[in-house]
């Protein structure tokens, strides 16, 4: 009859049974895994629906949860594979030291996986990028050099020129470099292009991605390229990133952007197919972050700064190249809320940066008196 009685427990005397509807779902019931690692990808997907039908939009938009691998980001696969390699070509040996520059997504799943494995790490971040991932980083025994954005890259007290100074101070260390590094890519080439062509049906009309170290571009545009050619590739970048084609999109006043994990300025990583990009739109963080907001509120999704970023691209790329009713539009959700904890998530540091109207004017910090 479309409901079933349960006592909710048996010395509740005064307690009448409930009535419930038929529940016919339970959660899936994995075998026993052999460690955590064993836990990376097979991420959900999908479908939004508030955020699509109060746009007006009337393709499908899936999102697909790689803040739901077990560190929290995309990038646990990629430190996986990454580990795994220089672990079969003998570069990282027992006892041995990892080193990376990060946004923090890669610092944290390489500290996640040395943990695991035995090794010891030292992420160098860029002092944009949130605390939290710090803090995640430094309580699974890695270590972390705050460098300043302003300095050069390659600079001794640069992101890249710190790396190397690390290394050569370390014995027995290795660089990652996801920046370069073929298994980065591959990893997505291998695992989440497969995932997404496979949990669609192999129907996509139009796949929405930005570019960090470009590893999930590369990849897995790479595999759509013998898989499902026809897919539209389109990429997202903040402004005050560079990474955007043709250049003169990237033309803007903007120096910082808040979005972590997407964009950088004068850096092009070799493993970026930035040319694989039918169209390029730029954003702001303000459009960014309220849609990450809104993917948060209003689908329940706990995303981090890009996703919000993504979709804002997606809703608009939906829009330019008319995609209509009974097509497929997929983003990345790359990181999850988490991460953000003192940042975006919260509506004070949202009105401090004019990203919000304020609620409460009183209310604004020292700053503004
Ligand atoms: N989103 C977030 C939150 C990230 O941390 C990253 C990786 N820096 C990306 C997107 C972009 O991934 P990729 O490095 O593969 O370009």
């Not at 849609?291 to 330019?320: D, F």
Request: proline content about 5%; some cysteine; overall charge positive.
């Amino acid at each position: 009859d479309g409901t079933s009685k349960c006592k909710w427990s048996k010395d509740s005397k005064n307690q009448e049974p409930s009535v419930h509807t038929k529940w016919d779902w339970k959660p899936k019931n994995q075998k026993i895994l052999p460690d955590i690692l064993a836990a990376i990808g097979n991420t959900p997907m999908v479908k939004l629906n508030k955020i699509p039908q109060s746009e007006g939009v009337e393709c499908e938009i899936f999102g697909k949860c790689e803040f739901m691998n077990p560190a929290g980001s995309i990038k646990d696969r990629v430190a996986l594979r990454c580990i795994t390699e220089a672990e079969n070509n003998g570069t990282l040996k027992p006892g041995g030291t990892v080193i990376e520059v990060s946004s923090g997504n890669t610092g944290v799943s390489l500290a996640w996986v040395c943990a695991i494995k035995g090794y010891h790490s030292i992420i160098v971040m860029p002092d944009k990028f949130s605390k939290e991932k710090e803090n995640i980083i430094r309580s699974m025994g890695g270590d972390v050099v705050r460098v300043s954005m302003a300095e050069k890259k390659y600079s001794p007290n640069g992101m890249f020129g710190m790396a190397h100074v690390l290394h050569k101070n370390t014995p027995n260390s290795i660089i990652i470099d996801q920046f370069s590094n073929p298994s980065n890519p591959i990893m997505h080439y291998d695992t989440t292009a497969e995932e997404i062509f496979d949990q669609c049906d192999g129907k996509i009309d139009m796949m929405v991605m930005g570019c960090g170290t470009g590893g999930t571009l590369g990849g897995i545009s790479r595999k759509f390229q013998e898989l499902s050619p026809q897919t539209i590739f389109i990429g997202a970048d903040p402004y005050g990133s560079t990474y955007a084609i043709p250049d003169s999109l990237n033309q803007s006043k903007v120096k910082m952007f808040e979005i972590e994990g997407i964009g950088y300025n004068e850096l092009t990583p070799p493993v970026c197919d930035r040319f694989k990009v039918q169209k390029w739109y730029k954003f702001h963080d303000k459009d960014s972050l309220n849609m990450s907001r809104r993917l948060i509120k209003e689908e329940g999704l706990l995303v981090g700064t890009t996703s919000g970023l993504l979709l804002a691209c997606a809703l608009k790329a939906i829009k330019e190249f008319n995609i209509g009713k009974g097509k497929r539009v997929v983003i990345l959700l790359p990181d999850g809320t988490k991460n953000y904890l003192s940042k975006f998530v919260q509506d004070q540091w949202m009105e401090q940066r004019g990203y919000m109207p304020c609620k409460n004017p009183g209310n604004l910090g020292w700053w503004d008196i």
